[in-house]
Structure formats: C-alpha cells, structure tokens
C-alpha cells in the first residue's frame, strides 16, 4: 500500500483504489495500491456534462468565413433596368437588388463569424471529474510511477501497450511539458500514442483515447486542481468579459 493524503472525504465516501504501475518492463509489475479520491475518481457519469464538454471544446475555435455581397456591394446595377411606366413589367431600380437572379443577398451571412463561448468552470470541472470516473469504471485508467522506459524503440512501447491490453489508442499524462526521452522518441511515429502535460488534460482527449495512463505527479496535481475548484468559495460563473478572463482559466492550470 502506498499511502498518500487525500484531503477531506465525507463520511459516506470511501476512497477508491488502483495499482500503482511501472513502464520499466514488459510484463504488468505491480508497485503497490494507491488510494484516489472519490470526488474525482467516483462522480456519476453525467453524460450530458461530457456532451456538454465536447460541444464547447469542437465549436470554440470555429470561425464561419462565408460572406455574401449586398446590393451596395456588387459592380453595376446603377442603370434604371427599364422605365418606370408604360412597359407592363414591375417597377425596378436596379438590376442588383435582391429580388433579381445574381442579385445582392438582403440577410446572407457576414463573415468572418466567431462561434467561440466560454462553458461555465463549474461544468469544466465537473466534466473533467465525470471523464475520470467513467475511464477508472471501465478499467481503463492505469497509474504509473514515471513515463520511464528503458528503451526508444517503438517496437518496445508496442509490445508492452499490446501485452497489457491497453487497446489500440494510449494517452500519457505527466507533471510537466518536459517529458522522458526514450517514450517521446518511441512514440513519435505513432499517432494513438500521445503525450500531454497535466495542465492540459481536457475531456475530448480522454474520450478520444481508449486508455488513459497517468503518473503518480500528475495525478496529485489534477487531484489537488479539481478539488480546490469544487471547494472554492469563489468559483462562481460569471459572464465572460474582458475583464472576468483570467477566471475562466483552464482547471488544471494551477
């Protein structure tokens, strides 16, 4: 048993449990059991909240470029088409208003058009909480003392993820940016294996990946991040303006 502080746990909670991992071989090496909080690691699966979640993380960064001409925007169209009266045909302006064929649009789209919003920071955390859960439920969360392999051949990493059935997409968590050399190397040339900082960790990559392998760092610090922001007094959701900004920053960030 490895023991480690967990904070504050309500009466009716029990702390939830995981092996503690080594990548340094091939063959599944236990280290120990760690304990894991249970507001992080055993939330309801809101399946709406990871919806939710996914929604904003595809749609922020969008940007519609259409753009359709008005009237005034169009070349010609200056001329009378005919006169006004003793033709029998309708009267007209000009042959660029809207009610012609190739005419400019009345209410077409003005682009460029930004679809980015800001989801409130309590359904962040709480979509981050519900994600965990739901990979430690289904036994796809995997603990690990560092991301140190003894070799940079990707073969190594192959084999040791198809050993341990880890499926066919793998998501390494650690501390920092700074990541070990040999599986920075051996996972380069894969594309299901990546490899991202704790700061970083985002609901849309963990259901993206089948997987999820965390380092003892990195758990603490997501652990430490999400229940400081469950248990704040000041994470409320105001609207989001210039001046608020710095209160919708990333959970894990600090």
Excluded: C
């Excluded at 340094?24 to 809101?46: T, W, Y």
């Excluded at 993380?57 to 001409?69: A, G, H, N």
């Excluded at 704040?232 to 919708?248: T, V």
């Amino acid at each position: 048993m490895t023991s480690r502080p967990l904070g504050f746990i309500k009466s009716d909670q029990k702390p939830k449990q995981a092996w503690l991992e080594t990548l340094s071989s091939i063959e599944n090496e236990k280290l120990g059991i760690i304990d894991l909080h249970p507001e992080v690691f055993a939330v309801f699966p809101r399946i709406d909240i990871l919806h939710e979640n996914i929604h904003w993380q595809r749609f922020y960064r969008k940007i519609d470029y259409t753009k359709q001409l008005s009237r005034a925007e169009l070349w010609g169209g200056t001329r009378k088409p005919w006169q006004q009266k003793g033709t029998g045909k309708a009267r007209h302006g000009s042959n660029r208003s809207p009610l012609w064929f190739h005419g400019g649009k009345s209410f077409g789209p003005r682009g460029p058009k930004s679809y980015f919003y800001m989801l409130p920071t309590s359904k962040r955390v709480l979509g981050l909480a519900t994600a965990l859960s739901v990979k430690y439920a289904q036994n796809n969360l995997h603990i690990v003392d560092s991301l140190e392999i003894p070799s940079s051949d990707p073969e190594y990493l192959e084999e040791l993820i198809e050993t341990r059935g880890w499926g066919l997409s793998v998501l390494f968590i650690n501390e920092f940016d700074i990541i070990p050399e040999n599986i920075g190397a051996a996972s380069e040339e894969h594309k299901p294996y990546n490899i991202m900082a704790a700061y970083g960790l985002n609901v849309y990559s963990m259901l993206k990946h089948e997987t999820l392998v965390l380092t003892l760092p990195a758990l603490e610090h997501i652990e430490k991040s999400l229940l400081a922001h469950m248990h704040s007094h000041d994470a409320r959701d105001y609207p989001y303006n210039k001046k608020n900004w710095h209160q919708y920053a990333h959970p894990l960030e600090n």
